[in-house]
């Protein structure tokens, strides 16, 4: 039971901007960065963005991201085919003094 | 480059215990939080818990009476033990070292544990 709520799923044709949503609570989100990680089939998820809006060496700046109160945003502009993927928000959590992850947005590139 | 390599028993019979092994190439092993994840099939990821190089752990609630996160800091190498396993624990579990406790930027290849009489 994820108290990160992102859409199931979310889609756009290449070339389009698209954003995926992810709401909390001020246990988490109000209180500490927001992560994002893109999980490709039937590989280990991969670090996109920390601390809310920080892209790692290596993720094209085609991907960011932004909080605002208990919400954070993940935009992907110019979307390309290798983009369909799963994307997962998460946020340490204060009330279960770990991690706590989103159910995870399933991208698909029309 | 770190990399983080990951071993264990896939096919479990329910009440044993699940045993991984996660160890930790190139990097140092101290300043992080060593970590394990799970993703049951088709869901979501769910955080199990996280060790430092010490020993200090911490656990998910929801599983901390089944789990023991320990390491081997001369071996640079982190293990899992969650006893008592159901069906219900069936899931590819990751290991992955955590950067300021909350973000993940090395992950291990996962594990398929499949928990089955």
């Known amino acids: 039971q994820s108290v990160l709520t992102q859409p199931p799923s979310a889609s756009g044709t290449s070339g389009q901007r698209v954003t995926i949503s992810c709401s909390g609570g001020?246990?988490?989100?109000?209180?500490?960065?927001v992560n994002w990680y893109q999980q490709l089939p039937r590989t280990a998820p991969k670090l996109l963005i920390y601390d809310n809006n920080q892209r790692p060496s290596g993720v094209p700046d085609r991907f960011s991201g932004s909080k605002s109160g208990t919400s954070a945003s993940l935009a992907i502009s110019g979307l390309q085919s290798e983009d369909e993927a799963d994307y997962y928000c998460a946020a340490w959590d204060e009330r279960l003094n770990g991690v706590l992850f989103g159910g995870g947005t399933k991208l698909t590139v029309l | 480059q770190v990399q983080l390599q990951q071993w264990g028993a896939g096919l479990l019979k329910p009440s044993e215990t699940l045993s991984l092994t996660c160890a930790v190439y190139g990097g140092s092993f101290r300043g992080y939080y060593w970590t394990w994840i799970r993703q049951s099939p088709g869901k979501g990821l769910e955080w199990i818990g996280e060790i430092n190089h010490s020993g200090s752990a911490n656990y998910n609630p929801s599983l901390k009476s089944r789990v023991t996160i320990s390491v081997e800091t001369s071996k640079k190498q982190f293990s899992l033990k969650l006893t008592s396993v159901t069906a219900a624990d069936t899931a590819v579990y990751y290991c992955a070292r955590a950067v300021v406790i909350d973000y993940f930027d090395n992950w291990g290849q996962g594990t398929l544990v499949t928990v089955s009489s």
């Open positions: 001020t246990s988490n989100i109000g209180n500490n960065p």
